[in-house]
């Protein structure tokens, strides 16, 4: 327990696995005292680290920052619901629920918070080159969501993606619906990194979607 994980702690009644320190800690580092909040998290395989953003995502609102109104994005809308155990009647008025196949459907819609899961992944069964087609969807909801949440006081974008190396992940090729966590070595835990404020979208999508090292860092170290 720390200082940065005590009240979440207290808020989902237990304490912390030390790989979800690793995430949650920096998070309320960066919400208390970044202000470039642009985030990716990268699960290893065997992690998944979406219900717990999800439920940081809910702490943020019911014991930080009642007002905030946020949006989920997963590969579909049901997806997004069942992870983010969305209801209409608890959720509606501040959580809104997208899928990432659709990201012109996001035009129009105002949030504090954006989180981005399994934002490596957003196509379709049926594409022909599911890489190409999910580096395009991810640019396109990015493009949308960061302008919205830039202009929020105290906006936050989370990107969750599911890969192996932390400076460059790539695409993750299994397709495990929910992975069992378990205590690997340290180095196979999830890790967070903060995103470099000046980069692109298109920038970002070389990180996440091209096996080869971008020209452009993603950042200068992960955040621990």
């Known amino acids: 327990m720390s200082k940065y994980t005590i009240y979440f702690e207290r808020y989902i009644g237990r304490s912390l696995y030390k790989w979800e320190r690793r995430i949650v800690a920096?998070?309320?580092y960066i919400r208390q005292h970044g202000q470039q909040r642009r985030v990716i998290i990268v699960d290893r395989p065997g992690y998944?680290?979406?219900e717990l953003l999800c439920t940081y995502l809910r702490f943020v609102r019911d014991r930080i920052r009642p007002g905030i109104?946020?949006?989920a994005i997963d590969r579909t809308t049901a997806q997004a619901r069942r992870i983010t155990a969305y209801t209409p009647v608890?959720?509606?008025?501040w959580l809104s629920i997208a899928s990432g196949l659709r990201p012109n459907h996001?035009?129009?819609l105002t949030f504090d918070y954006a989180?981005?899961?399994n934002a490596d992944r957003y196509f379709p069964i049926s594409a022909t080159i599911p890489a190409l087609t999910?580096?395009?969807?991810f640019i396109a909801i990015l493009k949308t969501v960061a302008p919205v949440v830039s202009t929020a006081p105290g906006g936050f974008i989370i990107i969750h993606i599911r890969g192996r190396d932390p400076g460059i992940p790539p695409v993750?090729?299994?397709n495990p619906t929910t992975p069992t966590p378990h205590a690997p070595p340290p180095r196979s835990a999830p890790r967070l990194y903060i995103i470099d404020p000046d980069l692109t979208a298109d920038q970002i999508a070389e990180h996440i979607f091209n096996p080869d090292p971008p020209p452009t860092p993603l950042t200068r170290t992960p955040l621990r």
């Open 115 to 117: 989180l981005l899961l």
């Open 26 to 28: 920096p998070l309320e």
């Open 69 to 71: 109104t946020a949006i």
């Open 90 to 93: 608890r959720d509606r008025q």
């Open 106 to 108: 996001l035009r129009g």
């Open 134 to 137: 999910a580096r395009r969807n």
């Open 172 to 174: 993750y090729q299994a």
């Open 48 to 50: 998944d680290s979406r």
